[in-house]
């Protein structure tokens, strides 16, 4: 099966002047497989009957026009790259690349347009992120940074008592929805943002960085110093803490600055997951 890459170095053999190419992997197996080329020294050496046996391949094989650009690919989506080739798998195009999952607190509505919408418990919506930031009715945000505590905000006690009716906006992670997406929301918006993370370094410098930063998330002293002594993250603590101390030890929110305290005396990591289920005194 024709790769992204095998075909793009075709489509170089074929619409260059040149003859002679630098050998790789896929070049000489394709060569090897189709008999084609020949090898001069370290260089592979195409004749014009050689390029045309190529394009003949790109035609029948690859599904691909031999004139096509090689960049043709670039930021396609699935469906694009089965316009421009025979594998929409050529697509460049990250899933959900300007998409963001939203919901709301438990029994407050969603404010996206113009009818007020009230999801299921649990429940958020997959949208473009130029639609959020353009319909939002919300006062302000709420960014949580892990997914489960975002699926979860319903069985999380922290988040009741929040005034209003922030727009709820899960910050992404690898594989998922892209953190770049949600913090560009946030600059669309423009509305104060309530940061919602693990309590770690971190944690930390993403809720000081966001844009709209208005207020930073955590329990009291008493739990946080008791749910430290449940976990054995010393290892991550570590890891993270290099290269931020200059910027933790700069922070000036009254909330970061408090649990800041707390995570360099204990050394530890602590996810924001300990808090689905804790109920608060």
Known sequence: MPTLALTKKLLSIC?????????????????????????????????QGDKDKVAIYLINVAKVDPNQSLNAWDGESRHGALQKGGDEKFATKRLRGKRV????LPGRPLLLGSTPIH???????????????????????LLVENWESFELTHQ?????????????VFRGAPGSYKTDSSKALLAELNLPVIAFTDYDPEGLCIAATLPGFSRYLAPSDEILKKLMGEI??????????VGKLAFLDGLTD????????????????????KLIGLKLP
């Open 232 to 241: 054995n993250t010393e290892r991550r603590y570590q890891m993270q803490v």
């Open 119 to 141: 999801l299921p418990t649990g429940a958020c919506l997959d949208l473009d992120r130029h639609f959020v930031a353009e319909s939002c009715g919300h006062d302000s945000v």
């Open 101 to 104: 999952a939203v919901k709301t």
């Open 15 to 47: 619409q260059s002047g040149e003859q002679d190419f630098r050998p790789s992997k896929l070049l000489d197996a394709f060569c090897d497989d189709y008999g084609v080329g020949q090898r001069v020294g370290s260089l592979w050496r195409f004749s």
């Open 156 to 168: 999380t006690p922290l988040l009741e008592h929040l005034p209003g009716n922030p727009l709820v």
């Open 254 to 273: 009254p909330d970061l600055v408090r649990v800041y305290e707390i995570v360099r005396k204990a050394g530890k990591a602590l996810p924001q997951e």
